[in-house]
């Protein structure tokens, strides 16, 4: 969906902001030609398996990095009607439509003359996949782009990467959202491996997790059937660092630092006799500032999940909406994915398939898609 400007001149425009001629060169009175101006604003709207999700943003411009004008999210789970009777039940298609309708209003508000669609796990596998589409361009003018598996590794690698984008090497992503799981493997921009499996934690949560909060039974057989699907897989461990993310994976980091601070506060009392601190959990402030998630905080969620159900987590520790019933299948979910890359500790990303949507077509245009399908990338700029 655009306004005002044809794709050939949006992909004039965009050169000029990258501060490239028409042939690819660089410029060099391209910052003369952007003095004084701003790049167009870009959105992007997802519909997921739980959220449908509206991301606004300004692209990189004058040796800044892209900076995001706007990202708020509906829970409409989408994926729940899925997962249950194979289709997006009509309450929930009207919950989307509204949604989109609404997030539409606001990118246009903030400016983006080009908004992106695009639909995940949560809608490819729907039966009436096809008349939700149509429903949703006709009522809204927006036409959600049904991406693959494949696709969909590939925008959340470049979305969450850009947020460190100076890490040089092998880097890995795990992209967790609530119909499927992402594992990609990639250096720059170029995808080197990627894998798409249908074990969101929305998915978890329907096929094990009957029991609220889930019983330690239940989580040992999803964490199974998660570590023995991603076994099979030929997943490449030399990697840099690995990055995680998707709301729910958010949604954990927060949790963790919530829940663990206030035990940390409350054992604040039980110091040794030289007044030294008596918990180590107390001294490791940086992890949730750093927006860390470790694989023995992940363990102790997965504790915490057990000992609390999904309304108790949400109100005590002032989770979004929702979010407390994928706590349990989400860390179960990214425990298996952080041991099969071989690492300690993943960095929680804030950006994902939105902002790696807007990348993939500010820098390949209309063929964004296709550019996702091969996973090539793009140059990127040295400053």
Known sequence: MSTRASARERSNLWRQFLGEDKTGEHSKSSSEDRAGRMPPTLAAIDAGSNTVHLAVMLPPHDGHDLRILKDTAAFVQLGRDVTAVGAIGPERAEAAIAAVREQIALAKALGAETILGIATEGV??????????????????????????????????????????????????????????????????????????????????????????????????????????????????????VSVCGGTATALTQLARRAFRSQASQRKTARNGNGGVSDVSEARPAVGQQRLLTLEQMDQLLALTQRYGATELTERYHLREARGLLMAPGCVALLAATERFGVERLHVSKRGIREGAMLAYLNTGDGWLNAASKGRGWPVAVT
């Open 124 to 241: 490819r596998r729907a039966a009436n996949a096809s008349t939700f589409i149509e429903r949703v361009a006709n009522e809204t003018g927006l036409r959600l782009q049904v991406i693959t598996g494949e696709q969909e590794a590939a925008l959340a690698y470049w979305g969450t990467t850009s947020e460190t984008a100076h890490i040089a090497g092998k880097r890995g992503v795990i992209d967790l959202g609530g119909g499927s799981l992402e594992l990609i493997v990639g250096e720059g921009t170029r995808i080197l491996w990627r894998a798409s499996l249908p074990l969101g934690g929305g998915v978890l949560r329907n096929r094990f997790l009957a029991s609220d909060p889930p019983t330690f039974r239940e989580l040992a057989r999803a964490y199974q059937t998660v570590t023995e699907a991603l076994q099979s897989l030929p997943v490449p461990t030399s990697v840099m660092d």
